[in-house]
């Protein structure tokens, strides 16, 4: 192939592979590749890019020339058919072989340079000294300059100017920029960023890290006050391990460096706008960062250490008293930066590692938006997330890749988090070859294009540039980011453990290797910045202040001390009105259906918008119809609203369409967000395809947003398991643990429709097992009104606790099911109904209690109207469980026999086992007997044909049974 090929149609293509060429040669053609190299003039004049590229080359040619002079000729090329279209080109000058010789390895050595510095940004991090205990990185042959072709030997990088090579370094050639660049991506500081697949990401960190803009060199000052928290840092960890040997602390040591760049964070966040910092951590570190980052006094954490030698210790105060380990706990303290004051927020974290990772999440965003006006503005600037996961739970818990997922949602988004993986190298007595399958533990990250930054924690001042360039990525394109703090731990997974029972080489190392202080210490007494007997002293000045801490606490603690009693608050439900005035609702429901001019609705869509406004005087407010004049009067009165779940806008079951899209357009359109008289606002997002990270992030948002009703829906109740962790570890007993209240309020499709066992129970007996001490509500509704009522109440009740709402599927829509206008306007939620068919309590000689759907299946049935000695009653509320209720409404029937308990789940699932002490105390001694499915192992029949025999013989059994 010869220029000749390239006529002008071509030259752009042409164009466009010399691009390509010179950023890597292997990327194009062969044949393409002979010509660029071949130093064909002709090639010069046709295409203007590589006549640019020439022309700079051009003083160095007579260097190249001579060096080329008793190279061989290049082979000539082989004859090539002129296409019959294009006339021929008057040939230029053949240049002589030397000169062509020199013009071609110019060129070849401009590509290989090209590849070489791709190579250094691309995998420059396997070559770098990452490892604080000495490891030698593994490398990479790309990395390799002489392997290129042609080999970049020191001469050829002498005559390659950089202004051709687009590197953000200073300097006139390849030899002056090649070592700068290798300093950059290959010492104690690393890049993973060349995955990213935005373009403009791309060449911005580029920039940003090779012209060195974040990691500038401290001053005398800043080593001096760097080095001063190192002090601090390692002096409280060694005063805890030496007062209290044996007790779990979870050093920091190895990684102490943290706390330096949790510091840098939190200024940088002020700086940036944010009031408010929230932090989510696992153990490692933790005892660390509350003293030193939140600012939680020496006494109060010592108190916690004195609390597992006497219980008078913790109790001494009511912040003393503690319903979980110390390096569980949250705190919250303020802090003053040169940018000004700002809150910072340790979220309390249990032992599910990176449990707490969506939770953060959610207390964020709950800071960044403003509630208290219709629109609900989100600004991201207000608060930082901060998120220190473990090198062995990042990529091993699935919930990191959800929250991960979360991060450009429009719902869920906190404009960028800063990742800090606290990398001890090893997970409890795991090597990393056993607990993932990347090199990195960091991985997982790039299939989210996030950038990652590796930085050895041996080197305090790396550390700190890393945390400023991650943020300044953040603030310039609000996206997450992910630092890699390579490091050690010097004590094994805990205080109690002995390392070298299963890592003995490692443990060998730590041993023999000096701290980051010591480090530190001898790197500026080299430079005459710090003597070592100034850092000494900073070491016994720090010992000085937490002895003298402890001392205090000690004379404290020889005085008498008062038990502070219970610690978890018992609240009993307050008396609230929640019914809403006729008139009220007519307006709000004539606002609810109204659409902007020339938006077209679904066909579908507008009868039942129609029936709707009807309803108010026909009675048939259905579920959805009753759900949003909950929210729209709620909304009014100035209470914000957040409902997100799977398919929630339309609703699951297409029964709510709090959002419309026009038939045409697809344009969108939510009502609801227009009321007039609305003085808060209403977020309504669809989730992510997750359970465990979507319902962490509400329940951070419900905590942080107290005055809000923040709702989470499963598509399927069957589906909530799939966020276990958090119904257990937070939502249920984080009163108890932490004094943390949530009205968070779970909507959970539960019912048996023949759709088998993932489609039928939201497992109503694990909540109703983990109900104690009044700390969730559990509801199993039966009509439109009831639910209005209680959405209602769960808003406006004083005293905040989690809702759980075994929702309706066939219900939604039943006619029986529906409400009037008077039964809004004027009703209340009653946790007991009775039966409203019976006319004569007398002559009632057998009471059937049953909760949600199962009550129409037996009152519906064709049975039912021959069982006139039978009544059927509802029980609503399941927990806390309405003793009084029950009680009354067995003495209401003076004539009974029995009362039955009947239910569609097994027998060891559903409500019996957790209600059937209380059922006993309301009974009074009559007989109590279980009617539903036997005990089973799986919920539900997977057959529609089989369902409905079962369901039938439940309800025979109920109205037929012996009495």
């Keep these: 192939m010869s220029v000749r090929d390239v006529d002008g149609l071509n030259v752009g293509y042409a164009q466009a592979l010399l691009e390509q060429y010179l950023e890597n040669p292997e990327a194009v053609p062969e044949e393409w590749r002979s010509l660029f190299e071949s130093g064909d003039s002709a090639t010069v004049e046709a295409l203007p890019g590589l006549a640019r590229l020439m022309e700079s080359l051009k003083e160095n040619g007579a260097r190249v020339q001579a060096a080329v002079t008793e190279a061989p000729p290049p082979e000539p090329e082989p004859e090539q058919v002129e296409?019959?279209?294009?006339?021929?080109?008057?040939?230029?000058?053949?240049?002589?072989?030397?000169?062509?010789?020199?013009?071609?390895?110019?060129?070849?050595?401009?590509?290989?340079?090209?590849?070489?510095?791709?190579?250094?940004?691309?995998?420059?991090?396997?070559?770098?000294?990452?490892?604080?205990?000495?490891?030698?990185?593994?490398?990479?042959?790309?990395?390799?300059?002489?392997?290129?072709?042609?080999?970049?030997?020191?001469?050829?990088?002498?005559?390659?100017?950089?202004?051709?090579?687009?590197?953000?370094?200073?300097?006139?050639?390849?030899?002056?920029?090649?070592?700068?660049?290798?300093?950059?991506?290959?010492?104690?500081?690393?890049?993973?960023?060349?995955?990213?697949?935005?373009?403009?990401?791309?060449?911005?960190?580029?920039?940003?890290?090779?012209?060195?803009?974040?990691?500038?060199?401290?001053?005398?000052?800043?080593?001096?006050?760097?080095?001063?928290?190192?002090?601090?840092?390692?002096?409280?960890?060694?005063?805890?391990?030496?007062?209290?040997?044996?007790?779990?602390?979870?050093?920091?040591?190895?990684?102490?460096?943290?706390?330096?760049?949790?510091?840098?964070?939190?200024?940088?966040?002020?700086?940036?706008?944010?009031?408010?910092?929230?932090?989510?951590?696992?153990?490692?570190?933790?005892?660390?960062?509350?003293?030193h980052i939140i600012g939680r006094p020496y006494e109060e954490l010592l108190r916690e250490f004195e609390g597992e030698r006497t219980i008078e210790a913790i109790a001494a105060s009511a912040e003393g008293a503690s319903g979980d380990v110390k390096y569980h706990l949250g705190a919250v303290g303020r802090r003053s930066t040169k940018a000004g004051d700002a809150t910072v927020l340790l979220a309390a974290n249990p032992s599910h590692l990176e449990a707490v990772d969506p939770v953060v999440e959610g207390v964020t965003r709950a800071e960044q938006t403003d509630r208290s006006s219709r629109s609900g503005v989100h600004d991201p600037a207000v608060a930082l997330p901060i998120l220190i996961h473990g090198d062995a739970s990042f990529p091993a818990q699935g919930v990191v890749a959800e929250t991960l997922n979360l991060q450009r949602l429009l719902g869920y988004t906190t404009g960028g988090t800063l990742h800090l993986i606290a990398n001890n190298q090893i997970g409890f007595t795991t090597d990393p070859a056993d607990g993932r399958s990347t090199r990195y533990s960091s991985d997982l990250a790039k299939g989210f294009d996030t950038p990652i930054i590796h930085v050895n924690a041996d080197d305090p001042e790396a550390a700190l540039s890393a945390v400023r360039l991650a943020l300044a990525f953040r603030r310039r394109f609000e996206s997450d980011v992910v630092v890699d703090l390579v490091g050690y731990r010097r004590h094994g997974h805990n205080e109690g453990?002995?390392?070298?029972?299963?890592?003995?080489?490692?443990?060998?190392?730590?041993?023999?290797?000096?701290?980051?202080?010591?480090?530190?210490?001898?790197?500026?007494?080299?430079?005459?910045?710090?003597?070592?007997?100034?850092?000494?002293?900073?070491?016994?000045?720090?010992?000085?202040?937490?002895?003298?801490?402890?001392?205090?606490?000690?004379?404290?603690?020889?005085?008498?001390?008062?038990?502070?009693?219970?610690?978890?608050?018992?609240?009993?439900?307050?008396?609230?009105?929640?019914?809403?005035?006729?008139?009220?609702?007519?307006?709000?429901?004539?606002?609810?259906?109204?659409?902007?001019?020339?938006?077209?609705?679904?066909?579908?869509?507008?009868?039942?918008?129609?029936?709707?406004?009807?309803?108010?005087?026909t009675g048939g407010i259905d579920w959805g119809q009753a759900e949003s004049l909950a929210f729209a009067s709620l909304l009014v009165e100035g209470i914000p609203i957040r409902l997100t779940g799977q398919d929630t806008e339309r609703g699951t079951f297409s029964h709510r369409h709090l959002v419309l899209h026009d038939a045409h357009t697809g344009a969108q359109h939510a009502p609801i967000k227009d009321l007039a008289d609305a003085s808060a606002s209403i977020e309504a997002y669809n989730s992510p395809l997750s359970e465990y990270a979507a319902l962490g992030f509400e329940y951070g948002y419900s905590v942080t947003a107290p005055e809000a009703l923040v709702l989470w829906e499963a598509q399927f109740g069957d589906f909530v398991n799939g966020a276990q962790i958090v119904i257990d570890q937070f939502l249920v007993s984080g009163l108890a643990k932490w004094r943390q209240t949530s009205r968070l309020t779970l909507l959970l499709p539960h019912a048996y429709e023949g759709n088998g066992p993932e489609h039928s129970s939201a497992r109503l007996e694990r909540f109703l097992q983990l109900a104690a001490q009044e700390n969730i509500r559990v509801v199993n509704a039966t009509t439109a009104g009831q639910y209005f009522h209680l959405l209602r109440r769960q808003a406006l009740d004083p005293n905040a606790r989690p809702l759980i709402v075994m929702t309706p599927k066939g219900l939604l829509r039943l006619k029986e099911a529906a409400s009037g206008l008077d039964d809004l306007a004027h009703g209340r939620f009653r946790p007991v109904l009775d039966d409203p068919a019976v006319t004569d309590r007398a002559a009632v000689t057998r009471l059937i209690l049953t909760s949600g759907k199962l009550y129409y299946d037996i009152v519906g049935h064709e049975l039912r109207p021959q069982a006139q000695s039978i009544a059927v009653a509802r029980l609503e509320q399941l927990y806390p469980f309405p003793v009084e209720d029950a009680a009354e409404l067995v003495r209401s029937y003076q004539s009974l026999r029995e009362v039955v308990w009947a239910q569609e789940e097994p027998q060891n699932m559903g409500a019996w086992r957790a209600i059937r002490h209380r059922l006993e105390d309301a009974v009074v001694g009559l007989p109590l007997r279980y009617v539903g499915r036997p005990w089973r192992a799986s919920p539900s029949e997977g057959y529609p044909t089989s369902h409905l025999r079962v369901q039938d013989r439940i309800v025979r059994d109920v109205l037929e049974g012996p009495a």
């Design 83 to 291: 296409p019959p279209t294009v006339a021929p080109e008057t040939p230029a000058p053949a240049p002589a072989p030397a000169e062509a010789a020199a013009d071609g390895l110019l060129v070849g050595g401009v590509a290989a340079a090209m590849a070489l510095i791709k190579a250094i940004r691309t995998h420059g991090h396997l070559a770098a000294n990452l490892d604080p205990l000495g490891s030698e990185p593994v490398g990479d042959p790309a990395l390799e300059g002489e392997l290129l072709e042609p080999p970049l030997t020191p001469e050829l990088q002498a005559l390659i100017p950089a202004s051709v090579l687009r590197v953000g370094v200073e300097g006139e050639t390849l030899a002056e920029v090649l070592p700068k660049l290798r300093e950059i991506y290959c010492g104690t500081i690393a890049y993973e960023i060349e995955h990213i697949s935005d373009h403009q990401e791309r060449v911005w960190l580029r920039h940003a890290i090779e012209s060195g803009r974040y990691r500038r060199p401290l001053s005398a000052d800043e080593r001096r006050q760097l080095l001063e928290r190192l002090t601090e840092i390692e002096g409280f960890e060694h005063y805890l391990k030496r007062q209290f040997l044996g007790q779990k602390q979870f050093s920091i040591e190895g990684l102490d460096v943290m706390v330096p760049m949790l510091d840098e964070a939190v200024e940088l966040g002020v700086e940036a706008g944010a009031h408010e910092v929230v932090i989510g951590m696992a153990h490692r570190g933790r005892l660390n960062v509350l003293a």
């Design 497 to 617: 453990d002995e390392p070298s029972f299963t890592q003995p080489l490692m443990a060998e190392r730590i041993a023999n290797h000096q701290s980051v202080r010591a480090l530190y210490a001898e790197r500026l007494a080299e430079a005459g910045e710090v003597s070592a007997e100034d850092a000494e002293r900073l070491v016994k000045e720090t010992q000085e202040r937490m002895r003298a801490a402890h001392e205090a606490l000690k004379t404290e603690l020889t005085r008498a001390q008062q038990s502070s009693g219970e610690n978890t608050p018992v609240a009993a439900e307050a008396s609230v009105e929640t019914s809403v005035p006729a008139e009220r609702l007519r307006e709000l429901q004539g606002e609810l259906v109204h659409v902007p001019e020339g938006f077209t609705i679904n066909p579908k869509l507008v009868k039942m918008l129609e029936r709707r406004v009807e309803a108010l005087d």
